[in-house]
Structures are given as structure tokens and as C-alpha cells.
């Protein structure tokens, strides 16, 4: 009996979550016309071909893998190495430089996107892919800094000692001994920064008021304001714009839980 | 700069060589990360403050106003509106998942059933979509013929049926139960994993003493839980105060400014009526509120 109540519960609840990601299915795989629907195919494949080239799905995506390789690359490498600072050495006011770099977990887009777009623009970097990349960089980086100094404090101290003693410096203690055995807590990372930098809507938004670096979502949102009666190419969009991260997600979603539970700090 | 603060006095003199050496290391290792941070969130956010003190159309010049655009904030009906709907939207993103997601988490976790892995992966999934393609799908579902009213005529409850995105009363719950969905996964997530860790022995002589299903969640399941509790107001909270995409995409304020939320007010008023400074200041306003909840949330998860 409560077996029977607990797999009804199951069922009602994984309905209500995929059922609009049935929607946006049924809806890119639907007809595109009434015309096209009397050929009586089932799935209408060609809706994405047509919303690559007709919503020029083909160049945001691209922007928006440049974007992501810039953010993750740049972030990742500055966080480790800030993480293993912090993390492994001791120096004067390090608690202090840990705390500011917390603080940035929790300052909200809104507020810095003004100042930002402002001076940005005055140093010529609106419209180009750093005045994108740059604050998603940063606010990347109070987060990885976070992340990574946790995973550093937790490695063995002995062992960092005896490669001391050996004589290895710093750099390559980190580079040869520490990043290779912390392969999971920098992957968890890579995902979390690679996620938040392809589904970000606010800051593509703002740096680049022209479009010439105008990543997917954005891409998404306008497409929607232009062909309101093309249902099936939007969706056929928006099912593009969500596969990357989606398809990472179902591949590796035991690192995606996991980290987005122990990184949940951060939104 | 400074001598490294070793914690060994005499380890310290037995590296009588690294020493000058050794007091820059980790700022090197710290400079780049240190540079990126402070020039493109920390500058901005001083920036932020500054900008908010002044009157300025993004063009030409600027006024000081001191704090003219803070008390124009609070004057502002619209704002006021603003700030208020986004206090609704805690409601739909943070309280109502966690009603839910407590009595799920609680009846998953006890409960002898196949596919709960299976389950998690599902229900984990709207974090991961793009809050925009979320809002595209939510469009077409909310349409006036779309699946929601056609579902609502198929049962007979034809009278329902309205166009849920330009309603006056109905918009802006229609949007937050969005947020519901989106939240739900994360929520439940959280709790199972905190849940999953409560010894059975409690509940074991919990029935021993005679205590019912009631009485065990609320005397056993609830304390326990509260740290992941904590955690899922804080960010379910800060994600229904900094509700932008699903807005913009969605219903862009309206109809009338119904469902307008104060990080919309900041890119619409910057961008789009040119009253830079007043965006600011709500901008910086909204940071307090997040810095607040975060702290009174967190004050109360921290008490035992």
C-alpha cells in the first residue's frame, strides 16, 4: 500500500518536470506549417537544419562556445592557482583576501552590470568577446577560489612535505602532484563554470548592445521577439540552446549533483 | 611585502634561504586571480556605489544627488511594486518547493522503491536548462491556446482557461510556479541527501516510544535536516530576488508593470529610460537585500 502511494508519488512528480520538456519536444519535432503537417511525418527533423540557418542558431552557438572556453579556461586556471594560495600557504591577511573573494559569492549581477557596461564601454570593450567573458570571468573566480581552496586544505600535508624535502618547487608540486590527484573537484569546476557561462542571459545582454557577440540564449530570446508565429523553429532553437549543457548533465550527473550541491553557495 | 607567518619559529630559521623568497610566493599565486576579481567585480561594485549617488542619463553630465535616488526609491510606487513582487516570488521559488520538497524528500528517503536514481536525475534537470529556454517552453504552455488551457477545456474546467501571461492577477503566480518547477529539483535534492544521513535507530525507538508518522517528522526528520534547509532558502531566496531572464523573456513587466522585479527595473532603467543613476541604486539596494537574507537565514539555520 505505501509502496503502491510512494511510486505513484514518483510517476506524478517525473511527469510534472518532464512534461514541459515533453512540450518543447513534441513542439521542435512538430510540423512547421499546416501545409508541411499534411505530408503526415511524425518527426520534422528539418526544423533544426531551418532554425540553424533561419535563426542563425549555427553563429550564437559558436559565440557562445568561444565565450565558455575563454571564461572556463581563464577562471579555472586563476581559481586553482588562488585556491592552492590559500589553501596550502600561510601568509598575512590570507583569512582576509579568503573572505573578499567569499563576498563576490554573493554580489548579485544586477547590481555591477551598470558600472561595468559604462566603463567597458569608455575602454573599447563592449561588443567584443572579453567584454563578455571578463565579469563572468570574475564572478567564475570568487566561486573556483571558494571551491578550490577547499579541495587544497583537504590534500595530504605530508606528502607536499616530502616533495619539500625532495626539492620540488611550488609550481611543480601543483602542477605534477596536486592537479592530477584532484581531477574530480577541478572537473566538478570545469561543468559548473562551463553551465553558468553558457545559460548566463544578463551580462551577453548588456556588453554587447550591437549583437556582434550574441551568445545562444540571447540568440533564443530574440528569435522569439521576431518569428512569433514560428512555433517550431523556436522550440527547435530552444532545444538546441539547452542540449550542450543538458547532454554534459545526463553524461556525468553524478559530478553535476554532487557538485552543485557542495557549490551551491554560489547562486 | 610581508614576511610569511610561518607557524614553526625554528622551521622558520632553518629556511634562512627561501625566506625572501617564500613572501611572495603565494602572491603570485594569488595575483591573477586577485587582478580579474578586483577590476571586474570588486571595482565595478565600488563603481556601483558611487554611480548611485549621482544623476546621470548615461550621456552627458552628472549631478550629484547624495542619497536623492535612494530616497527617490523608496518614494518611487513602481519600485516599491518592484521589490514587492519579488518578495511573492520567494514564495513560488523558496517556500512552496519546500513544502513540497519536504514531504517528498521525507517519503523517498524511508520509502523500499526502484529508480530513485533514476528519479533524482529527472527531477535535478531544470537546473541545468537555460533559464531562457525554460521561459520559452513556460510561453508556449501559458499560451491561450497552449497545452495548460486546452488541458483545462479537456476536463471539463473550460472556464479557467484565460491567457495566463497577460492577466493582471494571474501573471505574476504564473511566472513564479515556474520558478516552483525550476527550484523543486534542487530543493529535494538537498534534503534527501541530508535526510539519508539520519540514523535509523532514531526512528527505530522514535515507534518504539509510540510516536506516529507525524511525530517522527516533525520531532526527528525536520531537526535534522535544517542545515540543508538553510541552504536551500538561501539559494532558492537569492534566485527569486535576482529573477531576470525568466521576466525579460516572459512577460517583460507587464501586462502594466504586474510583474516587474527590481533587476529588471535596474536594466530597464539604465538601458532603456537612461535614469542611470536611480538603476544603480536599485542595483546596490538589492545587494543589501541579498547580503540581509542571506545573514538572517543563515543566523537562524546556525541556531541549535
Known amino acids: ?73 581563464v577562471a579555472v586556471t586563476a581559481s586553482i592557482l588562488a585556491g592552492y594560495a590559500l589553501g596550502t600557504m600561510r601568509f598575512r591577511f590570507a583569512d582576509v583576501i ?23 564601454r569608455t575602454i573599447g570593450l563592449t561588443n567584443t568577446v572579453w567584454g563578455v567573458a571578463f565579469p563572468q570571468i570574475a564572478m567564475s573566480i570568487a566561486f573556483g577560489t571558494y571551491w578550490m581552496r577547499t579541495y587544497f586544505r583537504t590534500t595530504n600535508r605530508a606528502m607536499i612535505e ?31 563554470v562551463f553551465m553558468w557561462t553558457w545559460n548566463e542571459f544578463l551580462v ?15 540568440g533564443l530570446a530574440f528569435f522569439q521577439g521576431q518569428y512569433t508565429q514560428g512555433t517550431a523553429l523556436l522550440a527547435a532553437g530552444a532545444v538546441m540552446v539547452a542540449l550542450p549543457v543538458v547532454a554534459l548533465y545526463i553524461f556525468l550527473q553524478r559530478y553535476f549533483i554532487k557538485g552543485m550541491l557542495q557549490g551551491a553557495v554560489r547562486e | 611585502m610581508s614576511d610569511p607567518v610561518v607557524g614553526v619559529t625554528d622551521r622558520r630559521a632553518s629556511r634562512r634561504s627561501g625566506r625572501s623568497r617564500a613572501a611572495w610566493v603565494p602572491l603570485a599565486y594569488l595575483a591573477p586571480a586577485a ?11 565600488g563603481r556601483a556605489a558611487q554611480f548611485s549617488f549621482f544623476e546621470w542619463d548615461g550621456l552627458g553630465q552628472s549631478t550629484f544627488v547624495g542619497f536623492g535616488n535612494y530616497i527617490a526609491l523608496v518614494q518611487d510606487e513602481q519600485l516599491r511594486e518592484a521589490f514587492l513582487h519579488a518578495f511573492v516570488l520567494i514564495f513560488f521559488y523558496a517556500v512552496l518547493p519546500l513544502a513540497i520538497g519536504l514531504l517528498l524528500a521525507a517519503l523517498l528517503t524511508r520509502a523500499q522503491v526502484r529508480g530513485l536514481g533514476f528519479f533524482r536525475t529527472i527531477i535535478f534537470l531544470p537546473q541545468v536548462i537555460a533559464m531562457v529556454v525554460v521561459a520559452v517552453t513556460w510561453r508556449q504552455i501559458y499560451a491561450p491556446d497552449g497545452p495548460l488551457n486546452g488541458f483545462l477545456r479537456a476536463i471539463g474546467l473550460g472556464d479557467l482557461a484565460r491567457p495566463w501571461l497577460g492577466d493582471y492577477t494571474f501573471t505574476l503566480p504564473a511566472v513564479g510556479l515556474i520558478g516552483s518547477w525550476v527550484s523543486l529539483g534542487l530543493v529535494t535534492v538537498l534534503l534527501m541527501a541530508g535526510m539519508s544521513r539520519i540514523p535509523p535507530e532514531l526512528y527505530e525507538s522514535a515507534r518504539i516510544d509510540g510516536a506516529g508518522p507525524f511525530q ?12 540543508e534547509i538553510t541552504v536551500a532558502l538561501t539559494l532558492t531566496i537569492v534566485a527569486a530576488l535576482k529573477t531576470f531572464d525568466l521576466i525579460y523573456v516572459t512577460t517583460s513587466g507587464g501586462p502594466g508593470t504586474s510583474t516587474t522585479v527590481p533587476s529588471y527595473e535596474v536594466y530597464r532603467r539604465a538601458f532603456q529610460l537612461g535614469e542611470v543613476g536611480a538603476a544603480t541604486a536599485v542595483g546596490v539596494a538589492l545587494t543589501i537585500v541579498v547580503f540581509a537574507i542571506n545573514f538572517v537565514v543563515n543566523r537562524i539555520g546556525d541556531k541549535k
Request: hydrophobic fraction near 60%.
Open chain 1, 162 to 192: 616530502a616533495a619539500q624535502l625532495d626539492g620540488a618547487s611550488s609550481f611543480r608540486i601543483l602542477w605534477q602532484i596536486l592537479v592530477p590527484i584532484g581531477r574530480p573537484a577541478i572537473l566538478t569546476l570545469v561543468l559548473l
Open chain 2, 35 to 45: 587582478l580579474l576579481y578586483g577590476a571586474f567585480l570588486l571595482f565595478p561594485l
Open chain 1, 204 to 218: 551577453p545582454l548588456v556588453m554587447s548592445p550591437n549583437g556582434s557577440v550574441r551568445t545562444a540564449p540571447l
Open chain 1, 98 to 120: 579568503f573572505y573578499v573573494f567569499l563576498l563576490g559569492i554573493m554580489v548579485p549581477t544586477e547590481a555591477i552590470i551598470v558600472p561595468l557596461y559604462f566603463d567597458l
Open chain 1, 1 to 73: 500500500m505505501e509502496r503502491t502511494a510512494n511510486y505513484v508519488i514518483l510517476i506524478v512528480f517525473a511527469l510534472v518536470i518532464l512534461g514541459p520538456v515533453g512540450v518543447i519536444l513534441s513542439l521542435a519535432l512538430g510540423p512547421e506549417s499546416a501545409s508541411v503537417a499534411r505530408e503526415g511525418r511524425l518527426f520534422h527533423w528539418e526544423n533544426f537544419a531551418e532554425a540553424w540557418e533561419v535563426g542563425r542558431f549555427g553563429q550564437y552557438m559558436a559565440t557562445s562556445v568561444v565565450v565558455a572556453v575563454v571564461v572556463v579556461i
Open chain 2, 216 to 227: 517522527e517528522f516533525f520531532a526527528i526528520t525536520l531537526p535534522s535536516v535544517r542545515g
